[in-house]
């Protein structure tokens, strides 16, 4: 709508300058492009997209407030189903059928079209009931692009989607009639890959692609999720007969919480595959479990990686002090998952450092960059450094795509254990001394991490490392212990 000048980012994203919908030349345009489409995939149904459109460009832009004037539109949202008709008849004119994404309700339905319907299910219903045809493929169960596992390496970028949930998905959910369960055409799963690169495409897919292809042709009640992943084992030797380099679920851990003399529960502090335990008795067990595959659990206590000849387990690991388990699922081609990390610590008492020159405050370093994960700082070079009066995101130079790393010392009261809660958006780690305390992954969504430390009275070093990708920011850290109940540590706590 502007005429520019544009530039191609280089990153996913959504962006104001889209197609104007009032320019005569545009429609022509578009025409041409659909019809070299025609030319190359003989398919019946073409998808022209029509999701995430921002209607900003058009409000301001004469041409299309012109075309909704001559043609009676409401609005935006009509002008964009003007667009959908127009296509709509241009691709059944050539024996073809028009598909877009569930933004396409949006302002009226063009009479052909079908929809894919990927925000939830709610557009699969509306779309049904409408008499219209519907491809279900929400991101709750069907994004494969999400992650698998909640392990470093994986895209948690948006969502966490393992196998089961794929399973769980019915294309056909029991409130829709038989009459609006005969419009939906079937199930899609979505590989996105600005979250995948190539060498990872099978490694996303598969399993889960061979969950939604079951979904897709058995009814719920003849699915059986335990007797699928039987299944599977033998369809894994299909999948290596063709190359396929599939997922492989790592080892999950069964220890169990562990209280200390005063009823104090250390339990389970962190997820499902990089998990936290905490025990002060003179020792604790660990049991390791293969989740959903065939194979061997191999592990190492030794911080080293395992591998096809590392030490096989066989009965629950017992440990008497701080230790990281680290544990790979090996199937009998020697293929391994990824690493599982199982963080024990022993919940001794940490002196206090001696810092005789202590002033109030924390030291950060600024930095800029786009990040899906947090970054290794250690690699980073800062663009401002300086005194935070507490740790949070008040000395920040810009809203979005930023880190932080504060460094000091936090005081507490009494000897104890100490509970820290973090709550971040999007991830962040602390450590108090050299303990990995409490690791927040919460990208998308600000949430509240907790991990505890059995200190003695005094100053405690810390570092605190913070990213923050889009959307909402967010970093508070509160604590809780003995004679302190549960608030954001205050200024008067923190020194450098």
């Given at each position: 709508c502007t005429g520019g000048p544009f530039k191609v980012s280089t990153s996913w994203g959504i962006f104001p300058d889209v197609y104007c919908a009032g320019n005569d030349q545009t429609i022509r345009f578009l025409e041409d492009v659909l019809t070299e489409v025609l030319e190359l995939f003989p398919s019946e149904f073409i998808h022209v997209g029509g999701d995430e459109c921002p209607k900003t460009r058009w409000k301001e832009c004469a041409k299309c407030q012109a075309r909704i004037k001559a043609e009676g539109l409401a609005d935006e949202h009509e002008l964009q189903s003007w667009v959908i008709r127009h296509f709509d008849r241009f691709l059944a004119e050539r024996g073809r059928r028009l598909v877009g994404w569930d933004e396409i309700l949006e302002g009226g339905l063009a009479p052909g079209a079908t929809v894919q319907s990927w925000r939830g299910m709610k557009g699969a219903e509306a779309t049904a009931a409408s008499g219209h045809d519907v491809i279900c493929s929400p991101t709750s169960n069907c994004y494969l692009d999400y992650a698998q596992a909640r392990l470093p390496g994986e895209p948690i970028w948006m969502g966490y989607l393992p196998l089961e949930r794929c399973y769980s998905f019915d294309p056909t959910p029991p409130e829709f009639t038989p009459e609006q369960a005969a419009h939906v055409l079937g199930v899609e799963g979505n590989i996105w890959t600005e979250h995948a690169a190539q060498e990872r495409i099978d490694w996303q897919v598969f399993p889960r692609l061979c969950a939604i292809a079951e979904i897709g042709w058995t009814p719920e009640s003849h699915r059986d999720f335990a007797q699928f992943k039987q299944r599977l084992e033998t369809h894994y030797g299909r999948l290596d007969a063709l190359g396929v380099d599939y997922f492989i679920a790592p080892p999950t851990c069964h220890a169990e919480s562990v209280f200390d003399p005063n009823g104090v529960q250390v339990g389970e502090l962190d997820s499902p595959c990089n998990r936290r335990f905490e025990f002060n008795t003179d020792a604790a067990s660990a049991a390791l479990a293969v989740n959903t595959q065939h194979g061997q659990v191999r592990y190492t206590l030794d911080g080293s990686e395992p591998a096809p000849t590392s030490p096989v387990y066989a009965d629950p690991i017992r440990?008497?002090?701080?230790?990281?388990?680290?544990?790979?699922?090996?199937?009998?081609?020697?293929?391994?998952?990824?690493?599982?990390?199982?963080?024990?610590?022993?919940?001794?008492?940490?002196?206090?450092?001696?810092?005789?020159?202590?002033?109030?405050?924390?030291?950060?370093?600024?930095?800029?960059?786009?990040?899906?994960?947090?970054?290794?700082?250690?690699?980073?070079?800062?663009?401002?450094?300086?005194?935070?009066?507490?740790?949070?995101?008040?000395?920040?130079?810009?809203?979005?795509?930023?880190?932080?790393?504060?460094?000091?010392?936090?005081?507490?009261?009494?000897?104890?254990?100490?509970?820290?809660?973090?709550?971040?958006?999007?991830?962040?780690?602390?450590?108090?001394?050299?303990?990995?305390?409490?690791?927040?992954?919460?990208?998308?969504?600000?949430?509240?991490?907790?991990?505890?430390?059995?200190?003695?009275?005094?100053?405690?070093?810390?570092?605190?490392?913070?990213?923050?990708?889009?959307?909402?920011?967010?970093?508070?850290?509160?604590?809780?212990?003995?004679?302190?109940?549960?608030?954001?540590?205050?200024?008067?706590?923190?020194?450098?």
């Open positions: 440990i008497t002090g701080s230790t990281v388990i680290k544990a790979r699922t090996f199937l009998p081609t020697d293929r391994g998952s990824m690493t599982a990390e199982f963080r024990f610590r022993k919940l001794a008492p940490i002196a206090a450092a001696d810092v005789p020159n202590a002033q109030p405050g924390l030291g950060y370093s600024y930095y800029e960059g786009q990040w899906k994960v947090l970054p290794d700082f250690s690699k980073l070079t800062p663009l401002a450094t300086g005194v935070a009066k507490i740790a949070d995101t008040t000395v920040r130079q810009r809203d979005t795509q930023h880190a932080l790393l504060f460094t000091g010392y936090v005081k507490v009261p009494a000897d104890g254990l100490y509970t820290f809660h973090v709550t971040s958006d999007d991830g962040c780690r602390m450590w108090v001394h050299d303990e990995l305390v409490v690791e927040h992954d919460g990208l998308h969504r600000a949430t509240e991490e907790s991990g505890r430390i059995t200190l003695k009275a005094g100053l405690h070093p810390v570092k605190i490392e913070y990213f923050q990708a889009g959307g909402h920011t967010k970093l508070s850290i509160a604590y809780e212990g003995p004679g302190v109940d549960k608030h954001e540590i205050p200024t008067e706590a923190w020194w450098h």
